[in-house]
């Protein structure tokens, strides 16, 4: 069986303070995309296994969250998981969170497991601070790491996503935050708190932010590398992406309040 992995974007991303568990409060909100990565499941095996495109199988979060469900709750199934890989590595659009949640929430169902969505949040937030709102299946405001959630109102548009080719560490990120930097935080839709470091040092993304500023105004998803601008129509943005340079992948898609996911695993009757 397969089942949607969706990307998301963050509307806004604000930190607002080092925490003393060495994790940073942060502030956004979160919406999924109709686009994203697929992932397939057989329960007709005799192995557990995880398989995806340029990630080993120790460091991919969903081969984490599959062994995390097993030895928590002394699972004796095994499945093999395929990951079709469309959201790049880094690119602030949440694939590896995504695609944990997909397993976390697939696996719970298939398995019987029976734990409700808040338990599944917590486990997810023991692998990623990103995890739980894939889980949640609903676009939200998020504070605290970005697991406490409120309901936010936000208009589901049509988006040219722009994906440069690098790729950015969150971890690294996040490290290099210095205390000056919080003078400079913004609670605003259209803020990102780290667009001035990536744009510094990433030419391939201050290239692209470049280009679309030309036309609309561009937003980074989370600490990047991706970028997206908001149009009124399919048409609109295909108009310019015609244009676009040759230093990265573009799509247009649409952003959603509801993850595809959640509708998938209701309409089966497992």
Known sequence: MIFSSPAKINKGFN???KRSDGFHDIETNFQFLEWGDEIEFNFETNISQVSCPGIKEENNLAYKALNL??????????????IKKNIP???????????????????NKFWKINLNKND???????LGSDIPIFIEGEAKKAKGRGEIFSKTDLKEEVILLIMPNCNISTKK?????????????????????FEKWVREN????????????????????GTGSAIYAKFN??????????????NGKYLITRSINKSPLIKELNDIGV
């Open 15 to 17: 930190v607002i303070k």
């Open 69 to 82: 469900l097993k030895k928590n709750f002394k699972i004796d199934k095994e499945v093999t998981i395929k």
């Open 89 to 107: 590595l880094g690119s602030g659009l949440g694939g590896g969170s995504s695609n944990a949640a997909t397993v976390l929430h697939v696996l």
């Open 120 to 126: 599944l949040k917590d486990l997810g937030s023991s």
């Open 173 to 193: 990120a996040f490290e290099e935050i210095k205390q000056n930097d919080f003078k400079e935080s913004k609670n605003k839709e259209d803020f990102n708190f």
């Open 202 to 221: 990433f030419k391939e993304v201050n290239d692209s932010f470049n280009w679309i500023e030309i036309f609309k105004k561009g937003n980074l998803s």
């Open 233 to 246: 129509s399919f048409e609109e943005a295909s108009k310019i992406m015609d244009n676009a340079p040759e």
